[in-house]
Nanobody, 118 residues
Framework: VQLVESGGGLVQAGGSLTLSCVAF????????MGWYRQTPGKQRELVAS???????NYADAVKGRFTISRDNTKKMVFLQMNSLKPEDTAVYYC?????????????WGQGTQVTVSS
């Protein structure tokens, strides 16, 4: 097991959640990490990423509402999600940021379900 996500749940629109991910092995150290999400029938998409030095990048759909952060000493990545919308409903995963080529793609964890009710 390389990645374990937690923190999902059911929340009303406008609410907030904070997701956590702990990484095991070599996937984390020195590499960019990202949070991805997937809904049934759609491809997994990268919503936020953070380099080892803390530079962040966000998908337009979440810009201004989500904040990604990392704790390099604990090998953890976090996603603070504010002003949640029903369209944010998805299973959220963390992994290396292989989309931008600055991270390692590891085995996917079980993810954490986020459900936003209207």
């Amino acid at each position: 097991v390389q990645l374990v996500e937690s923190g999902g749940g059911l929340v009303q629109a406008g609410g907030s959640l904070t997701l956590s991910c702990v990484a095991f092995g070599s996937i984390f150290s020195g590499n960019a990490m990202g949070w991805y999400r997937q809904t049934p029938g759609k491809q997994r998409e990268l919503v936020a990423s953070i380099t080892n030095s803390g530079r962040t990048n966000y998908a337009d759909a979440v810009k201004g509402r989500f904040t990604i952060s990392r704790d390099n000493t604990k090998k953890m990545v976090f996603l603070q999600m504010n002003s949640l919308k029903p369209e944010d409903t998805a299973v959220y995963y963390c992994n290396g940021d292989y989309v931008h080529g600055s991270g390692i793609r590891g085995s996917w964890g079980q993810g954490t379900q986020v459900t936003v009710s209207s």
